[in-house]
């Protein structure tokens, strides 16, 4: 039984999940419907907490909008979250930031992590972008199986 609930979630699992950590500010591309359109809607603001493991793992993002605070969560290997893009590092001692909640203006600010280990950190995350952006425009260029049948 557990071997066949492996299976299914190493199917459904994204090759490549942006490595996020609470206290980073993160714009989350999340794929939305309205009516019979779609489109990509950017939801912008700070980690702070992240839940689960493997295909459950999840991140809550909080953002300030007209003065109220706003948290989503997001599945981190759900199909609508097109992509996580980390804009500012953040440096914190806690796991969950959920004291954040009770901050208003500029405290709710975290200071932002600096130095050699960012700097190694962002190559690193340009790195595995430039990767899977040549990955996905060699799999678009090659012949899809029902064209060489065809």
């Given amino acids: 039984m557990s071997s066949l609930i ?23 591309h999340y794929l939305i419907r ?9 939801f912008s603001g700070t980690i702070i907490a992240y839940q689960g493991s493997g295909i459950r793992r999840a991140i809550v993002v909080r953002r300030i909008v007209q003065g109220e ?6 599945p981190v290997h ?3 979250v097109k992509d996580i893009v980390v804009t ?4 914190v001692r806690r ?3 959920y004291f954040l909640r009770d901050r208003v ?4 600010r975290v200071r932002e992590f600096l130095g050699d280990k960012a700097r190694a950190a962002k190559q690193a995350d340009a790195a595995a ?12 260029a090659a012949p899809s199986e029902e064209a060489v049948e065809a």
């Fill in 105 to 108: 203006g500029k405290k709710t």
């Fill in 69 to 74: 605070g706003v948290e989503r969560i997001f």
């Fill in 6 to 28: 492996e299976t299914l979630e190493s199917e459904m699992t994204k090759d490549h999940v942006t490595a996020v950590n609470p206290g980073d500010t993160v714009e989350v």
């Fill in 88 to 91: 500012r590092r953040g440096r």
């Fill in 129 to 140: 972008r430039k990767a899977i952006a040549a990955a996905d425009a060699a799999a678009a």
């Fill in 95 to 97: 796991a969950k930031l």
């Fill in 78 to 80: 759900n199909p609508r």
């Fill in 34 to 42: 309205e009516g019979d359109k779609e489109r990509i809607q950017i």
